[in-house]
């Protein structure tokens, strides 16, 4: 808008000053165009479009993680319940755990070749 109120304004001016006939002429025989005052920003092409999940993906849900595995453990002439829980499990004081996983066990009878279950890891 400002272009245009500034041609009318240098158009107005040349009027006024006097400005010979054949410039004049040259002017109104030319029509005015309008300006382009802003540029079009350039279009980026779209971004690579996923498809859409299934129905069926949408209803399951994620698998459950594998239930961890027992383990078997022959005991051996001066184990302990403590020296088995720290070798196996990391962590003597998991000894309990032992107890607790195998029922009946007593951790002052315990004989070389019996075998325990130890918990998971």
Do not use: F
């Amino acid at each position: 808008m400002r272009h245009i109120a500034t041609i009318l304004t240098v158009l107005a001016v040349l009027a006024v000053t006097g400005c010979n006939n054949q410039q004049e002429q040259e002017m109104q025989a030319a029509p005015l165009q309008p300006l382009s005052t802003v540029e079009p920003a350039p279009v980026s092409p779209p971004a690579e479009a996923q498809p859409a999940p299934m129905e069926d993906d949408l209803a399951s849900d994620p698998p459950a993680p594998p239930a961890p595995v027992e383990q078997s453990y022959t005991v051996k002439p001066k184990d302990t319940l403590w020296s088995i829980a720290r070798t196996h499990l990391g962590d003597g004081k998991r000894w309990k755990e032992i107890v607790e996983l195998n029922p009946g066990l007593d951790p002052s009878k315990l004989m070389p070749g019996q075998t325990i279950k130890l918990p998971a890891e």
